[in-house]
Structures are given as structure tokens and as C-alpha cells.
């Protein structure tokens, strides 16, 4: 699989990039969002990495760009900011997942497999709930209207598709969307949960996931 990482910090670029390849993939690496925006547009990836805090174009501006030109590729946001804002901001601007600094490279290999495995498991066929549809071949959330679901949104409604006569806990939940990754928690699943009704209600569906912070949750119609 191909890669682009873009880390403006030369040293921790190379070491990123050697483990990396190191573990099979191809990569190239950018050190400024102009220059990750180029690669973008003129190359395709299975994956992207992104720090925020570039020059000449920060991490944010890079996704929202090439999100608003129509490239779905998974992005990982690497980030010093560990604030509740800062993840959702980032989200709302296209991010498929996000990854605080300082890392350990266990964990952003195990974060860039999850972004990539869609590739090797996820169904082309359409899912269908209520007056709603989701297409695991782009990641299309759609009714009236449609949007583009991250990775982790994703794989969290499909969860509840497959599951549809159950309300499930977020220890399930944390166990089949988030795999074990020690930094999500109960408060993640919460964030998450509201990600997935406010994109619902941007759709015009009349589905919603019922529960309150901490579940059981369930996938209903109003």
C-alpha cells in the first residue's frame, strides 16, 4: 500500500518513514501542507498522515481541501493537541481518525491498518436501515441528502446496522469499532454517537441512535 506523510519535523519524518517502510509500504514523504497538497492531487494513496502544525499550509487546510475536490482517502491527524476540540474539529473537517503526540509507533501502525482495511473487508454492497443507505465502497451515508462518513463513523453505524434489534453497551461497541486501542473509552463512543445523529439529521433521515453517554445504544427510527 501506498502512503503520504506529511510532518514538517525533518527527524521524526525520516524515522517515521524508514518504520514504515520498514513494514512493507511505499511512502512519500512531504514537509509542508503545499507540498502535501501537490502530492495529493497529482498521486493516489491508500492512506494519509497529517500533521496539523505545518508551514505554508496547515494540516486542517490540507484536509479540508482536498476533501472539498472529492478525495475520500483515509487521513490519520497527527497532533501535540489532545483537547476534545481540537479531535473534533479535526473531525468535522473530513479526519478518519487522529493520533496525539508523542506516539508509540505500535500504535500508528495499528491506526493506519485500521484505516486501511476497508480495502480487504468491507463489502461493496449497499446497507440499508429505514429510509436510509450506506454504501461501504465510499463510505456514502445517504437519504434525502448524502455526506461522507470517516473510517471510525463508519465502521460505528455498520456496527449498529448488523446489530439493529440489539442495544449495544460500549464495551461492545469499544471492543468491535475501536479494538482494544487503549486511548478510547466510553466518552469516545458518546463522541462518536453524536458524529453519527447530527449526520443522520444532516441527511434528513428519520433515524436516530438512541441512549444516553455511556449506552446502551441502538439504531431506531424517530
Not at 502535501?36 to 496547515?58: E, T
Amino acid at each position: 500500500m501506498k502512503l503520504l506523510l506529511a510532518e514538517d519535523t525533518r527527524d521524526l519524518n525520516r524515522v517515521v518513514t524508514a518504520m514504515l517502510r520498514h513494514e512493507g509500504y511505499i511512502v512519500d514523504s512531504a514537509y509542508d501542507g503545499e507540498e502535501a497538497l501537490v502530492d495529493i492531487l497529482s498521486n493516489g494513496y491508500d492512506a494519509i498522515i497529517l500533521d496539523i502544525m505545518m508551514p505554508k499550509m496547515d494540516g486542517l487546510s490540507v484536509l479540508r481541501e482536498m476533501r472539498k475536490r472529492g478525495i475520500n482517502t483515509p487521513v490519520l491527524l497527527l497532533t501535540a493537541k489532545a483537547e476534545v476540540d481540537d479531535r473534533v474539529e479535526g473531525l468535522d473537517a473530513g479526519a478518519d481518525d487522529y493520533l496525539p503526540k508523542p506516539f508509540a509507533m505500535k500504535e500508528l501502525l495499528a491506526r493506519i491498518r485500521a484505516m486501511t482495511r476497508r480495502r480487504t473487508e468491507y463489502s461493496t454492497d449497499l446497507l440499508r436501515f429505514g429510509d436510509f443507505t450506506l454504501n461501504a465502497e465510499n463510505f456514502e451515508l445517504a437519504s434525502e441528502n448524502s455526506v461522507r462518513l470517516s473510517v471510525k463513523e463508519f465502521a460505528l453505524l455498520q456496527t449498529f446496522m448488523l446489530n439493529e434489534d440489539k442495544a449495544l453497551d460500549s464495551d461492545y461497541i469499544l471492543s468491535h469499532v475501536w479494538e482494544g486501542e487503549k486511548e478510547s473509552n466510553e466518552s469516545t463512543v458518546w463522541l462518536y454517537v453524536n458524529y453519527l445523529k447530527r449526520k443522520l439529521t444532516s441527511i434528513d433521515s428519520n433515524a436516530t441512535i438512541s441512549g444516553e453517554k455511556g449506552g446502551p445504544y441502538q439504531l431506531v427510527m424517530k
